[in-house]
T-cell receptor, first 113, second 112 residues
C-alpha cells in the first residue's frame, strides 16, 4: 500500500537549534517527493520538491531535504531554525507522471524565541 | 495571477444534510484535487479531476462526490453528512504532473 510516515508529530526547539524531520514512504515505482508547510492561519505552501537529479534539494527559507532511495526517505533539514519557522510540516509523495498525492500526518514544529 | 479560491470558507451543517463546496483553480490550471484535512490524519486524498474527468480517487465512501466544469472550476458534494465529516476541505490545482500543486485556503465544515 502507498503510504507516507512522519515519525515526529510534535517537535519543540529553541531558536538557532538544528532541525531534522523524518519522512519515509512506501510506493512502488518512480516517485516525486515534496515538503509542504502550513504556517498558522495560512495556506499550505511548497517548501521544496524532488523530481530527479541531485538527491539533495534546496528549498525556500534555508530548508533542504535529501532523498535516499535505498531507505525510502526524504528527511527535511534546516541548520538553524527561527521563531518564524513555527508551523506544521507535511511530507508528500506521488507517482511520477500522476496527480495523486499521498501526504503524511504532519509534524507540528514550535520554535521558542 | 489570482490563487486558488474556495467558497464558502466556513460552513455549519447538521447530520443528514448535504453540502456542496466550490473551488476555482489558478487560471490555466486544468487539474484540481480535493483533500480532507483533520487533526492527526493529515491530508487525505479525495479525488482529482482533469478536463472534467475524474482520474484518481481516494478511499472515501460514495457519499463524497465531485465534478469539474469546462472552465476547470470544481465542486465537491457530501451527502448524508456525518459528525466525522467535520474537517477542513482543501482544493489544489496544478498545470501539469511535473508542476507544483497550489492549495487554496480551504472550507472548514462543522457537522453538528
Amino acid at each position: 500500500a502507498q503510504s507516507v510516515s512522519q515519525h515526529n508529530h510534535h517537535v519543540i526547539l529553541s531558536e538557532a537549534a538544528s532541525l531534522e524531520l523524518g519522512c519515509n514512504y512506501s510506493y512502488g515505482g518512480t516517485v516525486n517527493l515534496f515538503w509542504y508547510v502550513q504556517y498558522p492561519g495560512q495556506h499550505l505552501q511548497l517548501l521544496l520538491k524532488y523530481f530527479s537529479g541531485d538527491p539533495l534539494v534546496k528549498g525556500i527559507k534555508g530548508f533542504e531535504a535529501e532523498f535516499i532511495k535505498s531507505k525510502f526517505s526524504f528527511n527535511l533539514r534546516k541548520p538553524s531554525v527561527q521563531w518564524s519557522d513555527t508551523a506544521e510540516y507535511f511530507c508528500a509523495v506521488k507517482g511520477s507522471g500522476t496527480y495523486k498525492y499521498i501526504f503524511g500526518t504532519g509534524t507540528r514544529l514550535k520554535v521558542l524565541a | 495571477k489570482a490563487g486558488v479560491t474556495q467558497t464558502p470558507r466556513y460552513l455549519i451543517k447538521t447530520r443528514g444534510q448535504q453540502v456542496t463546496l466550490s473551488c476555482s483553480p489558478i487560471s490555466g490550471h486544468r487539474s484540481v484535487s480535493w483533500y480532507q484535512q483533520t487533526p492527526g490524519q493529515g491530508l487525505q486524498f479525495l479525488f482529482e479531476y482533469f478536463s472534467e474527468t475524474q482520474r484518481n480517487k481516494g478511499n472515501f465512501p460514495g457519499r463524497f462526490s465531485g465534478r469539474q466544469f469546462s472552465n476547470s472550476r470544481s465542486e465537491m458534494n457530501v451527502s448524508t453528512l456525518e459528525l466525522g465529516d467535520s474537517a477542513l476541505y482543501l482544493c489544489a490545482s496544478s498545470s501539469g504532473p511535473e508542476e507544483t500543486q497550489y492549495f487554496g485556503p480551504g472550507t472548514r465544515l462543522l457537522v453538528l
